[in-house]
């Protein structure tokens, strides 16, 4: 499949090209990771439909693959008529400001969904933990009495008989046959009972040592009240971001990636003019071969640019360090060589 650009690439100076080159090996590894991190993060943002994320992962509407099979440079987005310089830091500005932009969108909406998590873990999990707010009800409780108070008391469900039989003598001013039971899991129940106010220090202690847990609880309407309009709030405010969000990570996923597959045909391009010098006469192809067939194709291709550099093909596959060249020590072939990996994320879709 031919890598195709439009128009003719202004070469400038060797010198230019030298520095370049190592410039742009670090933004096209700057722009993998900004790529990689939209892309994850709006897995994340999407939770419950991560099988989905794949199909919102696009490139100018397409599918990776087929946008860099098609691939034709942007000639507005990137004008040829600029230095390869030039272009490069229109990338580089682009894709930085994506990663900032990225940076503040998901921490407002991170600490929003945090907040919100907060809310509901507090409103689940056991009755030793967890808010009792929805649980209890204004008539379950001795309310504005000078001397009487009710208590919240956990209770483990193979105790509740123990609970009976005892409750009325852990302290000595408990109200007789004032227990009820108000709600229950899977493990417990959650007892109120109404005593002399007193008499709670005496009470908690003794329940303590009947692996009876009194938990700290005040009825307050108020605070209660506030607490569901809070979480009501979050909730609102996470749906009307999440949709806004979503569509913002689908665009600057698809610019970011389009500014990545650009700066890989920058490469090519600077690199065969380095290695092969002018007139430019190259071919930029893209490969996709299989896993098994990898190692066959590196020795097919081995076999046909040999001749252009003989030291390489010598020592193909064998790690070495090529100063000024820019490419991974084992990754040194006879002819120009960069590679795209589509799988950008940490799990599989």
Known sequence: MLFRRRGKLKVGTLDVLVGLSDELAKL???V???VKKVAQYMADVLEDSRDKVQENLLANGVDLVTYITRFQWDMAKYPIKQSLKNISEIISKQVSQ???DLKSRASAYNNLKGNLQNLERKNAGSLLTRSLADIVKKEDFVLDSEYLITQLVVVPKVAYTDWQKTYETLAEMVVPRSSNLLFEDNDSG???VTLFRK???DFKHKA???KFTVRD????EEEMKADKEEM???STDKKKQFGPLVRWLKVNFSEAFIAWIHIKALRVFVESVLRYGLPVNFQAMLLQPSKKTMKKLREVLNDLYKHLDSSAAAIIDCAMDIPGLNLSQQEYYPYVYYKIDCNLLEFKV
């Open 32 to 34: 993998e990771g900004v």
């Open 28 to 30: 096209d590894s700057f």
């Open 190 to 192: 959650l007892f109120g």
């Open 98 to 100: 994506i990663d900032n």
């Open 232 to 234: 009501t709030r979050l």
């Open 217 to 220: 609880f005040q009825y307050n």
């Open 208 to 210: 303590r040592e009947n």
């Open 199 to 201: 008499a709670i220090d």
